[in-house]
């Protein structure tokens, strides 16, 4: 058996050890490409495959975890690989998704106080890291480029790394995307709930730790709880899932302290929407589509 | 009732792992050294997925408040019960009131140590196993402290087991210096350049002190990747990718400066190029591995893989047959 296994739509798949299949649908960042590995990986799903413990999608590429004690993973490549070719004739462009709206200080002085202490590690030493993602992607200030990210929605592409994260990608033309290296060498410290930004994508770390993106600010409220469940998290420790929208709503320190104290007494409700996100509607009109999609906030 | 008069380097509660929520971000955790925890739940007559203790070079000091019959595998080691030295790989009865006390480990990193019945923690998605990095499972989802208290579960059908019915030699995990990790290629293996493949399965990687629950970082030559046009959305350096998942096991080379390794806590995705996974069984191996030990990687088929795998597995129905034999 070859290290790799061509399927009839492009993707190539490998074995990941014994215990994982590893299938690229693409190389190069780009919303089909992710909508279709949500197709995919919805098909892998209803299959229910004898042995197959976890399903991975990711940006353009999903992996499979099989469990090698019940199911033989040689046995589960051929059902990938029939899954792909009754996949290749339809194009899925439309999803099930939410819309969830994120209260977020941007420039909070927490996420300062780390990157500060973290300079040596930047690109820029002498800049803010919001002042560096500003002026590398053509704005004059610091609140032009917070307007750029923060008036559109942003799509979770890619829910890993840890639970709770995801990396989401804004829904703009792609003249308009931002982008930003990591830092030189990752951070030891983030603050827990800070919105961080790296390439193309933007995520709320869950838990304070290590990390390499960008610091824009803090969002009021959590993206994963386990300890004292409260609203969506009584079902789910984890809020995000791959296809959710995100909308992040610059908001001031007074109503961050406010949205903090619900948060910490279990009140808060989180603004979720529910809405079908058509990838061809946000070709034709990238500026008009998403604006309706924030209306179906509640 | 066990009392944590001394916690140890790092030690955690752990099981066989946690299924199911890969996708969302959570990695397997669970033993490190998936044969050694085995066997010890074996010698005390629990079911496979018994949460025992795993320690780091160092183990706790525990008191015992009630009866128990235990035993210790993995790592060597030093071990007192009430001061005395008791064996390794062997079921051991503890009295109520007793203190065991572990030594720093002499060869390999990670002691075992299971009780009858199993640790008992809440469950949490699935499994007793704790996940630090989120502060999941286990107990309190952390490493333990001094005063913690452990609570045993008590199994209403034990299955009896003698004391000081021992492992034979050839059955027990023997650390080693060097050793011989098989990997199977794969992933974004074709990203690097031939030089850098023959190199990653000719040369010799050093532990660096860098290696835990989360990844080992190895040190050796320089791996270099094919030169290509970065796809949109990967960064600038050559052993860049769009974010992908990472299998567990599995190993890259960020920059192709050093080489690491995933392990059970590591983080389920990222954006360097993954080039081969190590197999299943030679996890096991590496998480008795240390600072500056090292390996050399050789590269082996998907189905030596599952036949060094089911080898394992039936290693183990040998020593449960062994075991209860002697029961």
């Known amino acids: 058996m070859s290290t790799y296994t061509q399927f009839v739509d492009g993707s190539q798949a490998s074995f990941g050890g014994d215990e994982f299949i590893f299938v690229e649908v693409a190389t190069d960042m780009d919303l089909e490409a992710t909508l279709r590995v949500i197709a995919l990986t919805d098909a892998v799903s209803s299959a229910e495959i004898s042995g197959v413990t976890d399903i991975c999608p990711a940006h353009v590429s999903y992996m499979v975890r099989i469990d090698p004690d019940i199911r033989d993973p040689r046995e589960v490549l051929p059902i990938l690989e029939e899954i792909h070719e009754r996949k290749a004739q339809e194009s899925k462009l439309v999803i099930e998704s939410r819309i969830i709206e994120m209260p977020i200080l941007y420039q909070d002085p927490w996420s300062h106080d780390v990157l500060m202490r973290f300079r040596d590690r930047h690109q820029d030493p002498n800049a803010s890291d919001l002042e560096y993602c500003a002026r590398i992607n053509g704005f004059a200030s610091v609140d032009e480029f917070i307007s750029a990210h923060s008036s559109r929605l942003h799509i979770a592409t890619f829910v890993a790394f840890m639970p709770g994260n995801a990396e989401c990608y804004q829904l703009v033309p792609k003249d308009l995307q931002l982008e930003a290296p990591k830092y030189v060498r990752p951070r030891t410290d983030t603050p827990d709930r800070a919105l961080g930004f790296g390439g193309a994508f933007s995520t709320i770390y869950p838990v304070q730790g290590a990390g390499g993106f960008q610091l824009l600010g803090r969002c009021a409220v959590p993206v994963y709880e386990a300890k004292q469940p409260f609203g969506p998290f009584e079902t789910n420790a984890v809020l995000p899932k791959g296809g959710d929208i995100f909308k992040y709503r610059p908001i001031d320190m007074g109503e961050y302290e406010e949205i903090r104290q619900q948060v910490e007494a279990g009140t808060y409700k989180y603004r979720i929407g529910v809405l079908e996100f058509d990838l061809s509607r946000f070709r034709e009109d990238p500026i008009g589509y998403p604006l309706t999609l924030a209306e179906a906030l509640p | ?327």
């Open chain 2, 1 to 327: 009732m066990i009392t944590v008069v001394q916690p140890g380097l790092y030690t955690t509660v752990q099981d066989r792992g946690r299924f199911g929520f890969y996708g969302v971000g959570f990695p397997p955790s669970g033993s490190m050294d998936q044969y050694s925890s085995a066997v010890a739940n074996i010698l005390v007559g629990n079911n496979p997925d018994a949460a025992v203790l795993e320690t780091t070079f160092l183990g706790p000091t525990l008191e015992f408040e009630q009866d128990a019959n235990v035993a210790l595998t993995g790592a060597s080691v030093d071990i007192t019960l009430d001061g005395i030295s008791i064996p390794l790989w062997t079921s051991v009865s503890v009295k109520k009131g007793q203190v065991l006390a572990f030594g720093g480990a002499i060869a390999g990193v990670r002691n075992y140590l299971a009780i009858t019945g199993g640790i008992n923690v809440k469950p949490m998605m699935g499994s007793r196993s704790t996940y630090v990095a989120s502060h999941l499972g286990g107990y309190e989802g952390r490493v333990l402290k001094p005063g913690d208290r452990l609570e045993i579960l008590q199994d209403s059908e034990p299955k009896e087991v003698r004391v000081g019915c021992e492992i034979p030699e050839d059955l027990r995990v023997t650390p080693r210096a060097h050793q011989e990790i098989r990997i199977v290629s794969g992933l974004c293996h074709y990203l690097l350049d031939p030089q850098s493949q023959e190199l990653l399965i000719s040369k010799p990687f050093t532990i660096s002190t860098e290696a835990n629950r989360t990844g080992y970082r190895l040190k050796g030559d320089q791996l270099s990747f094919v030169e290509r046009r970065q796809p949109f959305g990967a960064g600038s350096d050559p052993s860049n990718v769009v974010n992908l998942g990472y299998p567990v096991g599995s190993l890259q080379a960020p920059s192709g400066l050093e080489l690491i390794c995933l392990m059970r806590d590591a983080v389920t995705g990222g954006g360097y190029a993954t080039l081969a996974t190590v197999i299943s069984v030679d996890l096991d191996i590496l998480s008795q591995m240390k600072f500056p030990e090292t390996v050399s990687f050789e590269s082996v088929s998907l189905e030596t893989a599952l036949q060094l795998r089911s080898e394992r597995a039936q290693r183990l129905r040998n020593i449960a047959e062994l075991v209860n034999s002697i029961a």
